[in-house]
């Protein structure tokens, strides 16, 4: 998936959205992209930050920020020879709406009936 969880013509539970919302749980099931992202919560940071930072090599970095990318959970922005990434927050507030969709209805659940024998 490219940039942000789609948020225009499929409701949330709707395939597309699952779909869009399995790309970016899946990127975020990576405790190296956790701990990227956890980095960026300050702010942008440039690759060479990062790769100091985390203390990672910095081919391993970029195929994880690919991943955080293409997921839409990060932006990147160039200067020059240096790139800069940061959070997308349209995409961290469009998963946080989906996982909230996912609980339902505050209060008490219908309790479903035990399936008649046939």
Not at 14 to 43: F, M, P, S, Y
Not at 65 to 93: C, F, H, P, S
Not at 104 to 110: A, E, R, T, Y
């Amino acid at each position: 998936m490219r940039g942000a969880l789609k948020t225009s013509g499929k409701r949330p539970g709707g395939r597309l959205a699952i779909i869009e919302a399995g790309a970016v749980l899946r990127a975020l099931a990576d405790d190296n992209r956790l701990r990227i992202l956890t980095r960026l919560r300050k702010g942008e940071q440039c690759v060479c930050t990062l790769v100091d930072a985390l203390d990672c090599a910095q081919p391993l970095l970029s195929h994880h920020l690919r991943v955080l990318k293409e997921a839409g959970l990060v932006v990147d922005r160039r200067e020059g020879r240096w790139t800069y990434y940061a959070i997308n927050d349209q995409t961290v507030e469009t998963i946080e709406r989906f996982l909230c969709d996912l609980r339902g209805p505050v209060g008490p659940k219908p309790v479903s009936r035990p399936c008649a024998d046939a």
